[in-house]
């Protein structure tokens, strides 16, 4: 069964870049009928859609993380990745990478999530 | 874009059913069957329960439907029980080929 696993540094400084990644295990990351994403949560708050991107490189970013958001795939790795530019506190989140169904665009499965804490 | 709405929380007796509403705009919800909900237990990842307003994934109790009426998409969940409390998210596709989620909704069990 398909698993995605997020990676990356659990604490990064204020005016940064957060990095990190999502392994998918258990099925191909170019097949045609998914989008990738990240979504993120901070403490006690709701869900909010970052971005998402197609095996092709194609890439759909939220309006309002868009300027310092890049979501990138490595197909040769089964992999893409999360850059958030000139974080801040408020970036302070739980970030999971989701499979997202191309047509019906619901995210199945989730990947567990990780907290990426913004402090110097 | 504004998150969707839904109410903070909602509550109900086991073996009762409870409604979660879900209301967008006619950019959003009132244009598209895109709509998802998930299931949050604390401390863990969501969980697709429904997709396209009312299509059950394999797995997923028969005791959560949804629906939708114009801005508004609604899951309900009939014949309650201790471990359907959780947060519920509610999702849509927008016509800027976004998507937007609600601001959740807190099930409590009594």
């Known amino acids: 069964q398909l698993q995605l696993q997020e990676s990356g540094p659990g604490l990064v400084k204020p005016s940064e870049t957060l990095s990190l990644t999502c392994t998918v295990s258990g099925g191909s990351i170019s097949s045609s009928i998914y989008y990738w994403g990240w979504i993120r949560q901070p403490p006690g708050k709701g869900l909010e859609w970052i971005g998402s991107?197609?095996?092709?490189?194609?890439?759909f970013y939220n309006p309002s993380l868009k300027s310092r958001v890049t979501i990138s795939v490595d197909t040769s790795k089964n992999q893409f990745s999360l850059k958030l530019s000139s974080v801040t506190a408020a970036d302070t989140a739980v970030y999971y990478c989701?499979?997202?169904?191309?047509?019906?665009?619901?995210?199945?499965?989730w990947g567990q999530g990780t907290l990426v804490t913004v402090s110097s | 874009q504004s998150a969707l709405t839904q109410p903070p929380s909602v509550s109900g007796s086991p073996g009762q059913s409870v409604t979660i509403s879900c209301t967008g705009t006619?950019?959003?919800?009132?244009?598209?069957?895109?709509v998802s909900w998930y299931q949050q237990p604390p401390g863990t990842a969501p969980k697709l329960m429904i997709y396209e307003v009312s299509n059950r994934p394999s797995g997923v109790p028969d005791r959560f439907s949804g629906s939708k009426s114009g801005n508004t998409a609604s899951l309900t969940i009939s014949g309650l029980q201790a471990e359907d409390e959780a947060d519920y998210y509610c999702s849509s596709y927008t016509s800027s080929s976004t998507l937007l989620f609600g601001g959740g909704t807190k099930l409590t069990v009594l």
């Open positions: 989701a499979r997202r169904q191309r047509y019906t665009n619901a995210f199945d499965p």
């Open positions: 991107i197609y095996f092709s490189g194609s890439t």
């Open positions: 006619s950019s959003d919800v009132g244009s598209y069957n895109r």
